[in-house]
């Protein structure tokens, strides 16, 4: 059968898959093969010949075993948010949706870890997690499958200060594309026994296999928060207060770079009242709130003198969650202000030391060809994030956009950088990977053919 291109199952393979979870959890509907299309991004899929919802590592196993004996294509799936296009399926076969494993098997606070299947939401885990005083603390904004943030390496918001997805995910179950179950990692809080191969599935984008159950290092909630905002005149004085800040050891727990354009735009639809400058927006953590309002006084005096004309902070919990919802809330916010449009996303990185640069090389960018775009980011860690708006219809219009993230990924790399700093490669990005990694990408496929030589596990992504 060719796996480059699944259009159906013949009524065998039907009754064989039916057999391995029951036929009320697999489909041949148009109706739920259309909803596992496409992401929330542009990149649109081939339609997929069946969607199967398993419900445990032994049902997963089955499904793999299956398909690769069959030569069938599959395609994880998890919550369907990511923005490159990343769960899409390129060669129809069959999607693998992991949503109906979803338990939180064990919560144990006194190693603050939890062992979760990759069904389990962001905010559920936050939620069970949050009545021992812990949370979880990578935060993509959306509501994202703890599976499809393994996959990608998720981070968001508070990555300055805690970290990526790959900084959490302690242990791994892992089903190989021929339906063999691994285990990787440990519970202990360190290990040097060989290869760090949880590492290696982390990131991997189910082109290596399907996590089915992965032990997460937990965190202390912070008893006090406080959030600031604060104004420059321009961007470039605002980008270069990031490395002040980042630089003087006062630790933010989040640092965001926000335009004047989006915050108009954050402003119409949340009636915030926030001075449409160029800003920060800032979080930091502490014990007390006493010593958090003495971090805001010296940040304070430090962004002054790099030109910021307003600095306010908050710490009362309405006004900071009001604040910072807006802020996961950009590309949606973005979107809906530009009906009948689509959205390209930059997501470069780079060393904190480049960063302003980088602001005021992709601003230039857009300017110069007088395109839509809005740019800001996770200013703390070095991400920044160019969504520029644009109709795909539209062959001129939206080869400009691509012009655009091709060089602003181009210089990112020149500068040390990645083309991607935590949306993944998907279908999107795969185009710069040779540029960033050189010879070690001839490596990464050679791992790929190893663990899957027939090269079915979530076709057409990162390579």
Not at 60 to 65: D, E, K, M
Not at 70 to 91: H, I, K, L, M, Q
Not at 270 to 283: A, H, I, N, R, T
Not at 386 to 403: F, I, T
Request: some cysteine.
């Amino acid at each position: 059968m060719n796996s480059e291109w699944m259009k159906e199952f013949t009524p065998r393979q039907v009754a064989e898959l039916s057999a391995i979870v029951g036929p009320d959890r697999f489909s041949t509907g148009e109706s739920n093969r259309n909803l596992h299309l496409h992401d929330i991004s542009f990149h649109q899929g081939i339609l997929p010949a069946g969607v199967v919802w398993p419900e445990s590592t032994e049902e997963v196993s089955g499904i793999l075993t299956w398909a690769y004996a069959n030569d069938v294509p599959v395609t994880p799936w998890g919550a369907g948010t990511s923005t490159e296009g990343n769960p899409v399926p390129t060669r129809g076969g069959l999607v693998v949706d992991m949503t109906r494993m979803n338990r939180i098997l064990q919560l144990r606070p006194q190693d603050l870890q939890a062992d979760v299947e990759p069904g389990v939401l962001r905010k559920e885990l936050n939620r069970q997690a949050g009545r021992h005083g812990l949370f979880f603390p990578p935060d993509p904004g959306a509501d994202a499958t703890i599976g499809g943030m393994i996959a990608n390496n998720a981070s968001g918001v508070q990555t300055v200060k805690y970290g990526a997805t790959k900084d959490y995910v302690m242990r791994l179950t892992v089903v190989l594309p021929h339906g063999k179950v691994i285990h990787t990692g440990c519970r202990a809080p360190k290990s040097s026994a060989g290869f760090d191969l949880t590492r290696l599935f982390v990131g991997s984008e189910g082109t290596l296999g399907i996590v089915t159950e992965a032990t997460l290092k937990l965190a202390g909630i912070p008893s006090h928060t406080l959030a600031a905002t604060i104004r420059f005149p321009d961007l470039a004085k605002a980008s270069q207060a990031v490395a002040t800040i980042i630089g003087s050891g006062l630790g933010p727990a989040a640092l965001e770079l926000l335009p004047r354009g989006l915050i108009r735009l954050m402003n119409q639809e949340k009636g915030l009242g926030l001075p449409e400058v160029p800003s920060l927006f800032c979080e930091f953590h502490g014990v007390g709130e006493t010593a958090l309002k003495e971090i805001a006084d010296l940040a304070r005096e430090l962004c002054e003198a790099c030109g910021a004309e307003g600095f306010s902070y908050a710490t009362e919990e309405g006004q900071r969650k009001e604040l910072w919802r807006a802020r996961h809330e950009a590309w949606e916010t973005i979107h809906r202000a530009h009906p009948r449009k689509e959205t390209l996303i930059v997501d470069a990185a780079v060393p904190i030391s480049r960063y302003p640069e980088m602001v005021l090389f992709s601003q230039a960018a857009l300017d110069k060809n007088r395109s839509i775009g809005y740019v800001f980011g996770h200013a703390g860690d070095g991400n920044l994030h160019v969504v520029m708006v644009g109709d795909p219809a539209n062959e001129s219009e939206w080869a400009k956009l691509e012009a655009i993230n091709k060089a602003i990924v181009e210089r990112a790399i020149q500068v040390g950088g990645t083309c991607t700093g935590e949306h993944g490669v998907g279908i999107g990005k795969r185009k710069f990977m040779r540029l960033e990694h050189g010879e070690s990408y001839e490596l990464m496929k050679q791992v790929k053919d190893v663990i899957d030589p027939k090269g079915l596990m979530n076709p057409g992504k990162i390579f």
